[in-house]
T-cell receptor
Framework: DAGVIQSPRHEVTEMGQEVTLRCKPISGHNSLFWYRQTMMRGLELLIYFNNNVPIDDSGMPEDRFSAKMPNASFSTLKIQPSEPRDSAVYFC???????????FGDGTRLSIL | RKEVEQDPGPFNVPEGATVAFNCTYSNSASQSFFWYRQDCRKEPKLLMSVYSSGNEDGRFTAQLNRASQYISLLIRDSKLSDSATYLCVVRSGGSNYKLTFGKGTLLTVNP
């Protein structure tokens, strides 16, 4: 069975550019999570969707970050404009329901120059 | 105080050694506890849940002390393939979905 699929795997771009990260959750999972991982802060929850609806976006750092889930099989995390401090690994995870084990994608390694 | 705190390590042990990781959490209302494993440049994966009575999965033993808000993971007869970062994870009491991750403890098992 396919796991959580993220794209791109790596992204290097200049500050000020728009960055879009993509995620396809596991089929049948109704919960989707976006995380950011840095050495300084570890793994942090950015936003949680349940049945395509954003439930908790308290972890989104600022207005430059936005996330959407237009349907059950696709979500995006957008950063506009990007800044060097946004450099991190961004993980998407999904679970059958909110309190079930979360399955992580391979992550997107983002570098903002 | 951070919500979940772990000794960052690194721990360097020889094959066959027993190694223990500790973790403390600050929210006394936390409900569920887990250990995740993360290999270098890979995604986190669930290693095991931690139950109040303690639980074992092969060479791995997890324990929880709610009074002290303390979680532990013991690895016996360590293998080279156990080399990874081990993340202590807590589900907060006020949420049925939010996981709070420790920053992880790096383990290297040497031949």
């Amino acid at each position: 069975d396919a796991g959580v699929i993220q794209s791109p795997r790596h992204e290097v771009t200049e500050m000020g550019q728009e960055v879009t990260l993509r995620c396809k959750p596991i089929s049948g999972h109704n919960s989707l999570f976006w995380y950011r991982q840095t050495m300084m802060r570890g793994l942090e929850l950015l936003i949680y969707f349940n049945n395509n609806v954003p439930i908790d976006d308290s972890g989104m750092p600022e207005d430059r970050f936005s996330a959407k889930m237009p349907n059950a099989s696709f979500s995006t995390l957008k950063i506009q404009p990007s800044e060097p401090r946004d450099s991190a690994v961004y993980f998407c995870a999904s679970s059958y329901t909110g309190n079930q084990p979360q399955h992580f994608g391979d992550g997107t390694r983002l570098s903002i120059l | 105080r951070k919500e979940v705190e772990q000794d960052p390590g690194p721990f360097n042990v020889p094959e066959g050694a027993t190694v223990a990781f500790n973790c403390t959490y600050s929210n006394s209302a936390s409900q569920s506890f887990f250990w995740y494993r993360q290999d270098c440049r890979k995604e986190p994966k669930l290693l095991m849940s931690v139950y109040s009575s303690g639980n074992e999965d092969g060479r791995f033993t997890a324990q929880l002390n709610r009074a002290s808000q303390y979680i532990s993971l013991l690895i016996r007869d360590s293998k080279l393939s156990d080399s990874a970062t081990y993340l202590c994870v807590v589900r907060s009491g006020g949420s049925n979905y939010k996981l709070t991750f420790g920053k992880g403890t790096l383990l290297t098992v040497n031949p």
